[in-house]
């Protein structure tokens, strides 16, 4: 067998190219230009979002996958999302492709975002992006999403879900989140500081249609409380910008330290036959209005 494979007239040949493979591979991974690619990804995202990004290292894997560690994208000084990793997983052949998918893994917050970005190379815009969240604390999420970049809610829990959206040539896409073990504290309603609530369940769901976002379900479940919002806002990634809101909302009270609250809260709330109070949230994000009244879908 070993004289067949010295006779072998390819063995040379195939030898000399599998040789020049390795240290190709090898050489591109010891010489990998981490700061020329760190700084071309911070480039392309600022150009073309509103955020800034700080990227403390970038290398490559045996595997040729881009690996950025301590990625901090900043929506203003106050608002930024620390993620401890991303690993991008772009193909060979997506070089060939007029629209790209680029697979990625982030991990922060304990947690794992999976999922795939495709992009138009001709007008260098996202058409559609998917992903996967696996055990993510919530923690953070009031103080990004608000607009000194420090809420007074206080949260905690554990969100796990997906999302599709493609977002040409009109956004469309779906979305299922759930929080488990969710906590809230310092909770206000007209002002006055609602008791800590704890070992609840939320559960957000819904479909992105054109130009709005339709919610079947946005609710939080726990021990003597059960609140439903539903009916559809702006896109959720343009409510900063403003919009129209048509929502309507019930909830039934029947924990011994909230109930008490029940009380304060009937003059602005329609009363339905099953003991629940309910209302609408209408106008804009800018300026929303609670009016008493029924809602048919509940």
């Known amino acids: ?30 010489t990998f230009p981490g700061d020329i690619v760190k700084q071309r990804i911070i480039s392309e995202i600022q150009n073309s ?89 919530v923690d953070g999420i009031p103080d990004l999403l608000s607009e000194e970049g420090k809420a007074e809610m206080l949260i905690h829990g554990r969100l796990n879900g997906n999302l599709f959206v493609q977002f040409l040539p009109n956004p469309n896409g779906e979305f299922n989140f759930v929080v488990e073990g969710l906590e809230l504290d310092n909770l206000k309603v007209k002002g006055m500081k609602l008791p800590s609530l704890t070992n609840l369940t939320s559960r957000f769901n819904g479909k992105i249609v054109d130009e709005l976002t339709n919610i079947d379900e946005l609710s939080v479940k726990g021990e003597g409380i059960d609140l439903q919002i539903t009916g559809s806002t702006p896109l959720l990634w343009e409510m900063s910008e403003g919009g129209i809101l048509d929502l309507g909302y019930r909830v039934e009270i029947t924990d011994n330290d909230l109930v008490k609250y029940k009380t304060f809260l009937a003059p602005y709330l329609a009363q339905h036959k099953d003991g629940s109070l309910g209302g609408k949230i209408l106008g804009t994000v800018m300026n929303p209005r609670f009016e008493k009244g029924s809602i048919k879908r509940f």
Do not use: C, W
């Open 49 to 137: 979002t509103p955020y800034k990004v700080d990227i403390k290292t970038a290398d490559v894997s045996p595997l040729l996958n881009i690996n950025l560690k301590n990625v901090t994208i900043h929506k203003s000084q106050n608002q930024f999302l620390e993620l401890d990793s991303i690993t991008i997983k772009p193909s060979i052949f997506s070089v060939f492709s007029d629209s790209p998918k680029i697979p990625f893994t982030a991990k922060l917050h304990g947690g794992e975002i999976e999922g795939a970005v495709r992009v138009s190379k001709g007008n260098n815009k996202i058409e559609e992006i998917k992903v996967d969240i696996k055990n993510l604390k």
């Open 1 to 30: 067998m070993k004289e067949k494979i010295r006779n072998y007239k390819h063995i040379v040949p195939l030898s000399y190219v599998s040789f020049f493979v390795i240290a190709f591979f090898v050489f591109l991974i010891l």
